[in-house]
């Protein structure tokens, strides 16, 4: 079983930034991608990035001009570092893991374990 805890949400005004910090633990392969996705109140989950083992990254079109993922493989630890915060960014974050995998996928039914969730909220 793997277990993932995200940090670093919080409220801030459009403009500003933010970094969320994703750890796993427990039981885990060497070959799988790790993902952020947002879900904001009444949407659906969509994804915003992902990277792969080795550094392969993809974004949403809405944020990848805006957002930064990265990785470090030895404390299984993801980064999604938030520049230039938009209102329509808020929601609650969701780091995943999709499990022996060398392909990005967008589909969140492709990941195999989910944090809790960190909400954000970016005001005007």
């Known amino acids: 079983q793997v277990r993932l805890v995200e940090s670093g949400g919080g409220l801030v005004q459009a403009g500003e930034s933010l970094t969320l910090s994703c750890v796993a633990s427990?039981?885990?392969?060497?070959?799988?991608?790790m993902g952020w996705f947002r879900q904001a109140p009444g949407k659906e989950r969509e994804f915003v990035a992902a990277i792969s083992g080795s550094g392969n990254t993809a974004y949403a079109d809405s944020v990848e001009d805006r957002f930064e993922i990265s990785r470090h493989n030895g404390k299984h630890t993801a980064w999604l570092q938030m520049n230039s915060l938009k209102p329509e960014d808020t929601g609650v974050y969701y780091c995943?893991?999709?499990?022996?995998?060398?392909?990005?996928?967008?589909?969140?039914?492709?990941?195999?374990?989910w944090g809790q969730g960190t909400q954000v909220t970016v005001s005007s």
């Open positions: 427990g039981q885990t392969v060497t070959r799988y991608i």
């Open positions: 995943a893991i999709e499990n022996d995998a060398g392909r990005i996928s967008y589909g969140f039914n492709r990941y195999d374990y």
